[in-house]
């Protein structure tokens, strides 16, 4: 069957430190790869796509790489703040889906302290 | 900005009524989604349209149907609400050719008691 897994525990991290998130898939052949922030209470936030023939992708303190052997996703933040404090979700937009399908993961929830 | 408006924030209904969820973006986005959102499984696919008039089952259709009168708005219907349907509905928009980002609204949380 097909599924996307995220961390379902939290992540506690110290300010400053970088937060690594894990976006595991199987029986999917996505064409890209996308990443939102879901803050409480509130509709998913776009972050950051990569595509399946690409390896990283960064913007500001945020990276992303794409393993399509591993079948795997590794979302980073580096120089962690408290505002980053927020539910994650990774994406997969499917290469024979149309109409811009995605599917999404649970999301793994970031808890930056001071 | 792309911007998508849900009709209410909160809602709170009886079992048995009919509702209607409404979602409007300003952006002239094909393609437009109904999720919902639900502690520890993620987000749902309801329905989607993809064109005025053209709507598509999603994962979990049952109990909901949708309606597409004009580009802008996607409505989401429940023809008998039921307590299992209390949770967090977010309507989503894309454009075609857009590698699929998505654009979501603030989403509606439904209580039906």
């Known amino acids: 069957s097909q599924k996307i897994e995220q961390n379902s525990e939290a992540l506690n991290i110290q300010e400053g430190k970088t937060a690594t998130l894990t976006c595991n898939y199987t029986n999917y052949s996505p064409a890209y790869l996308q990443w939102y922030r879901q803050d409480p209470g509130r509709g998913p936030v776009f972050l950051l796509l990569?595509?399946?023939?690409?390896k990283e992708k960064r913007k500001e303190r945020l990276k992303v790489t794409f393993d399509t052997t591993l079948k795997q996703s590794l979302f980073h933040i580096t120089a962690s703040q408290p505002a980053d404090s927020a539910t994650y979700l990774c994406?997969?937009?499917?290469?024979?889906?149309?109409?811009?399908?995605?599917?999404f993961g649970a999301g793994t929830q970031v808890v930056v302290t001071p | 900005d792309v911007k998508v408006t849900q009709s209410s924030r909160y809602l709170v209904k009886r079992t048995g009524e009919k509702v209607f969820l409404e979602c409007v973006q300003d952006?002239?986005?094909?393609?437009m989604f109904w999720y919902r959102q639900d502690p520890g499984l993620g987000l749902r696919l309801i329905y989607f349209s993809y064109d005025v008039k053209m709507k598509e089952k999603g994962d979990i259709p049952e109990g909901y149907s949708v309606s597409r009168e004009k580009k802008e708005r996607f409505s989401l219907i429940l023809e008998s609400a039921s307590t299992n349907q209390t949770s967090m509905y977010l309507c989503?928009?894309?454009?075609?050719?857009?590698?699929?980002?998505?654009?979501f609204g603030p989403g509606t949380r439904l209580t039906v008691l």
């Open positions: 994406a997969l937009s499917l290469t024979t889906d149309s109409w811009g399908k995605l599917q």
């Open positions: 952006m002239d986005h094909e393609n």
């Open positions: 989503a928009s894309s454009s075609s050719g857009s590698r699929d980002t998505q654009y």
């Open positions: 990569i595509r399946e023939n690409e």
